[in-house]
């Protein structure tokens, strides 16, 4: 028996296509035959062949689903090929892709009528709603997913003409009696720096659109890269252990390989210090704004950002109270955006190119998962259960949290397009229908404590100046800045480790007045050696309109998983937090490529001319990088302390670049 062909047909109704093709298809050739999940194809006997090869010659094809996803493979029995089996398998891909084509999810318009959002969605989210209405606040969470999609959906298909909300001014506001040097618009990672500026001495205002300190994300990180807030002074040793929800002792990355040939299957990737921390976000924020607030910040949560107003004296922000629907203004010195991935602000300065992908992300945590289904000592940083599914690699990640607590996230790598935005809700119906295929659980015995999900944007950076984070007396950071890792870190852990540059070089700023753009953009925390790293999100991307082979992502990241699996266990770990050295980097890409081939076959076929070109721009700008840092790295920082103080005050502008340069040579840890 030899398998002939295998493809995706993208619709959950398995059924349907079963009785399409044992009903209605009509083969090229042979004669079909009713089978339980499909049809077997026989020659017919014309007289011309005794019954024994008969037999040998015949196709069997069949349908199954799984990750509400239909597959379709068909086997050769016997040795003798099939007469012209591979028309018959191009004919059958052909005309099922007439009768089920590719169709992407679009957002419901809400019943203005229903009683609820629950009654509004579950027409077409069904499952979805049956597990949102289980947890509590459920219909304001799932209200709040039904904004997000519908907020990023609008954002992505009107790039070319964004929202205007930053003003330029010639004359400073009167109307506001309110002063601050820093208004922090987004109350998630934007409380950290915002906290760590106020203990500096500075006036601060941090306004958040919803409650303050619910999150709809967990965040995970490790001992050492969390080690640089307690180095700043923002948390003691024992504030750090009083936030742990869960420290696991090793975690696990493995994709499915079942359709990989025997070269491209890799042994499990164990990653111990990866992401092994779970952190209880709401005792995180809270005690972040504790500590804001102590140092004399403010706090206005259940208050909406509308617009700023720039002038050559400070900023001025309109507000509205989310409650009152009272509009309010006030004046900063600077403001800074860290509203992520929906920020207007964000797609204002850099239109349609914001973002160059995405990751819709959904989950939930749970409880009332047995031992027998999986040990909490234990995480899964990457896993997937099968291919390719309805355009889309779903990778699953699961977290040890607060006693009993996991935390599951199921996500995609996702080109930013505005015909198949991507898409939170139709997720979520996924999430609730083949978490069981995942983990062997019952749902409705489990405990649903609160969902998690977001988009986690991507920019696929060449060099460090061409994604704008800064307008005169505007800065960006974390999501709204794509300040991430293209592979598993989010916002909060490239934030994290680059907190210490970001709230220096501010602080400078600050202290010389130097708060035209041309100033702020020193302040990014771009890092080459994370931006050369964009082609691995890239080809875990179907592109939209494309049909890949359904394995051909898990065949990619077993290539490159495997290699680091069978690596020694700091290179992994050197590789995921964002430390790769260029000779690291290189040497696992020619390996990669010695030991799969069709690899840069693959890539040019997912990410084309343009990006393959400006990935070399990006590869050549972390080769100058490194050879910057092999001979600047050992003797600059020396210099710079040896130079006479009074070069600060009499030339700041330059004063910050030679800082920017400094923090440059050696990457955030």
Not at 302 to 331: A, H, M, N, W, Y
Not at 474 to 497: H, K, N, W, Y
Not at 551 to 558: A, D, G, K
Request: charged share 25%; net charge negative; with cysteine.
């Amino acid at each position: 028996m030899q398998e002939i062909t295998y493809f995706e047909i993208p619709t959950p109704n398995t059924d349907a296509v079963c009785q399409w093709l044992q009903q209605q298809w009509t083969p090229l050739i042979g004669k079909k035959m009713v089978t339980p999940n499909g049809v077997r194809l026989q020659l017919i006997n014309l007289g011309l062949e005794s019954s024994s090869s008969i037999e040998e010659k015949e196709l069997s094809i069949f349908v199954w689903s799984v990750q509400r996803t239909t597959y379709l493979k068909i086997f050769r029995w016997g040795n003798k090929p099939f007469p012209s089996e591979a028309k018959v398998s191009k004919h059958l891909e052909e005309e099922m892709r007439k009768v089920f084509p590719q169709q992407y999810p679009q957002l419901p318009d809400l019943d203005g009528e229903a009683a609820s959002i629950f009654e509004a969605l579950a027409p077409y989210y069904p499952k979805t709603v049956h597990f949102f209405e289980k947890m509590p606040q459920g219909d304001t969470d799932l209200q709040r997913v039904y904004w997000w999609e519908k907020r990023w959906r609008e954002s992505v298909r009107n790039p070319k003409q964004p929202q205007q909300v930053i003003f330029q001014q010639n004359q400073p506001s009167q109307s506001s009696d309110e002063e601050y040097d820093l208004i922090y618009v987004g109350g998630a990672l934007g409380v950290i720096h915002a906290a760590v500026m106020a203990q500096l001495g500075y006036r601060v205002l941090l306004v958040e659109r919803l409650l303050f300190g619910r999150m709809n994300r967990e965040w995970n990180i490790s001992r050492s890269e969390f080690q640089s807030l307690i180095n700043l002074g923002l948390f003691t040793i024992d504030e750090f252990e009083s936030i742990i929800a869960r420290e696991y002792v090793d975690g696990f990355n493995k994709f499915f390989d079942s359709n990989n040939p025997p070269y491209l299957k890799a042994d499990v990737l164990h990653t111990p210090k990866v992401l092994n921390i779970a952190i209880d976000t709401t005792k995180f924020l809270n005690l972040c704004g504790d500590k804001l607030k102590e140092a004399g910040g403010e706090i206005w949560d259940k208050t909406e950002f509308i617009q700023g107003g720039i002038d050559p004296e400070g900023v001025t922000v309109s507000l509205v109270d989310l409650e009152t629907r009272e509009t309010k203004e006030v004046r900063g010195r600077l403001l800074i955006d860290a509203m992520g991935t929906a920020s207007p602000i964000a797609w204002q300065l850099n239109g349609k190119r914001t973002f160059d992908s995405v990751c819709p992300t959904v989950g939930a945590i749970i409880e009332g998962i047995s031992y027998d289904v999986w040990d909490s000592e234990y995480g899964d940083v990457l896993n997937s259960h099968g291919d390719i599914s309805r355009g889309r690699q779903l990778i699953w990640e699961l977290f040890p949290g607060e006693g009993d607590e996991l935390t599951f996230y199921l996500f995609h790598y996702h080109q930013v397009n505005p015909d198949n935005p991507g898409s939170l809700l139709e997720m979520y119906e996924d999430f609730f229908n083949i978490l069981q295929e995942y983990r062997r659980c019952e749902l409705e015995k489990l405990t649903w404590k609160k969902p998690t999900f977001g988009y986690i944007p991507g920019h696929f950076s060449v060099s460090k100046s061409d994604r704008k984070i800064a307008f005169d007396r505007l800065v960006a950071i974390g999501d709204a800045a794509s300040l991430q890792s293209p592979l598993i870190f989010t916002g909060f852990g490239s934030l994290v480790r680059n907190l210490d540059k970001l709230t220096y070089l501010l602080d400078f700023c600050l202290k010389h007045d130097l708060l035209k753009a041309a100033d702020l953009n020193q302040i990014r925390a771009y890092q080459s050696n994370v931006a050369v790293t964009w082609l691995f999100s890239k080809g875990m991307m179907v592109p939209t309109g494309k049909i890949l082979p359904p394995q051909r992502i898990n065949s990619m990241l077993n290539t490159f998983f495997g290699l680091l699996a069978d690596s020694p266990p700091e290179v992994a770990d050197t590789f995921i937090k964002d430390k790769t050295t260029w000779l690291m980097f290189t040497r696992l890409a020619l390996k990669a490529a010695r030991k799969n081939p069709a690899l840069l076959l693959w890539i040019w076929e997912m990410a084309g001319n343009k990006d393959l070109i400006r990935w070399l721009g990006s590869y050549f700008e972390f080769t100058a990088d490194s050879f910057k840092n092999l001979l600047f790295a050992s003797w600059f920082p020396q210099l710079l302390k040896q130079l006479p103080d009074g070069l600060q005050q009499q030339y700041p502008s330059l004063w910050l670049r030679l800082l920017s340069f400094q923090r440059s040579l050696t990457p955030s840890r």
